[in-house]
């Protein structure tokens, strides 16, 4: 899940250098020795991904996610075994993601909700970033627009969450039931309780009164 928030901070050189690497050896990863890649198959499951970041620590550690050959070399040698094929991958241990973010952060200044330390890239991402002759604005463009298309999401569910509970109060009010009932689930599921009752009134329902909270007992 992406961050909305892309806190500025110091882009030395060292920063940009290591964002390079870090993008150079996952695109090598993915595009390993052929298309059957076992790294590319789990990197299609958004939870496999990883953030920059993460990338970053590997690297710097002089680690390495992928030392097998380019698909042209590969297709040179004589028959390898699938288990040897598989031994060029370095797919990273999910369980130690947040360990490698923080190490980077703290190395070199990011924020931990920068989108460095936050965005896991998708294979097309990785390659629009490695084609770019500026790497982290090229990235901060994904970001936002990643983040857009969230808040998007987020507001169509939004808004189907209040027409199916004024839809649902319609239909007990039409039969004498409690059209009170589909609002308080709808606050439940975390519709804004203004549009939702703006909406119950639109739809001539009667809006719930709002719950107080209830004074402390007097000692």
């Not at 990338?55 to 050959?69: F, K, M, N, Q, S």
């Not at 991958?89 to 973010?101: N, S, T």
């Not at 952060?105 to 965005?119: F, L, N, Q, R, S």
């Not at 770019?132 to 969450?161: C, F, G, V, Y």
């Amino acid at each position: 899940m992406t961050s909305n928030n892309t806190p500025t901070f110091e882009i030395t050189e060292d920063v940009k250098t290591a964002i390079r690497a870090a993008l150079t050896d996952l695109n090598k990863a993915l595009e390993g020795h052929t298309s059957n890649n076992p790294m590319l198959n789990a990197y299609r499951l958004p939870a496999a991904r990883a953030t920059l970041a993460e990338i970053i620590a590997i690297v710097d550690d002089e680690g390495t996610l992928y030392d097998g050959p380019t698909p042209t070399a590969f297709a040179a040698m004589d028959k390898v075994s699938e288990a040897d094929r598989a031994a060029w991958y370095r797919m990273p241990d999910r369980a130690g993601a947040a360990g490698r973010i923080a190490r980077t952060c703290d190395k070199y200044g990011v924020p931990a909700d920068h989108m460095i330390a936050t965005h896991a890239l998708s294979q097309a991402e990785v390659k629009a970033c490695v084609g770019s002759a500026d790497p982290l604005a090229k990235l901060a463009e994904i970001h936002a627009e990643a983040a857009k298309r969230e808040a998007e999401r987020i507001k169509a569910e939004r808004t189907a969450r209040i027409k199916k509970a004024v839809a649902a109060g319609k239909a007990l009010s039409d039969f004498g039931g409690d059209p009170s009932k589909p609002f308080a689930k709808a606050l439940e599921e975390g519709a804004d309780r203004a549009e939702l009752a703006q909406a119950y009134t639109n739809a001539g329902l009667p809006v719930p009164p709002e719950d107080k909270p209830k004074p402390a007992p007097k000692k």
